[in-house]
């Protein structure tokens, strides 16, 4: 299945075809990607990972756990994030996408320490899939308020 996933990410835009679930394990990815990013993997950002993808998703504790874990694994082998941000890019409205930029946020805050690492990455996953600054410094504040 990753590597089935791994292809379709790699691949040239025109020859994949990418559907829902993809999607979800790509924002996943990212989400447990954002929590790596400072070398440290706390047992409170896996809690955020789980509880975004609960409500997010509408899962169950064990479906969110599940899908966490699957891309736990496709994160340690896939080195480009600016795939995983096309896809997310493709799946996701406009007017939703600074709520995927607050959810990332939500998980790197919630170990109560803000690395460069972790602002470099989303500014970055940010301006890929088109979320400007100010609105990524909302979409932070907000998760903040909510911790």
Same mark, same amino acid.
């Given at each position: ?16 075809? @990418? ?10 990815? @990212? ?27 509408? @899962? ?26 096309? @896809? ?60």
């Amino acid at each position: 299945m990753f590597a089935d996933l791994l292809r379709k990410l790699t691949g040239t835009p025109d020859d994949t075809t @990418l559907d829902a679930n993809d999607a979800r394990l790509a924002m996943a990815a @990212l989400l447990v990607r954002v929590a790596r990013a400072d070398d440290l993997y706390h047992p409170a950002e896996v809690a955020r990972i789980d509880a975004v993808l609960r409500h997010r998703y509408d @899962l169950i504790e064990a479906d969110a756990v599940s899908l966490r874990t699957e891309a736990e694994a496709l994160e340690a082998q896939a080195s480009d994030t600016v795939r995983f941000t096309r @896809l997310i890019k493709d799946a996701v409205p406009y007017e939703e996408r600074d709520a995927v930029i607050e959810a990332m946020w939500y998980v790197a805050l919630s170990d109560d320490d803000r690395s460069e690492d972790e602002n470099a990455l989303l500014r970055m996953v940010a301006n890929l899939i088109g979320v400007t600054d100010r609105d990524s410094a909302l979409a932070r504040q907000r998760a903040a308020n909510r911790l």
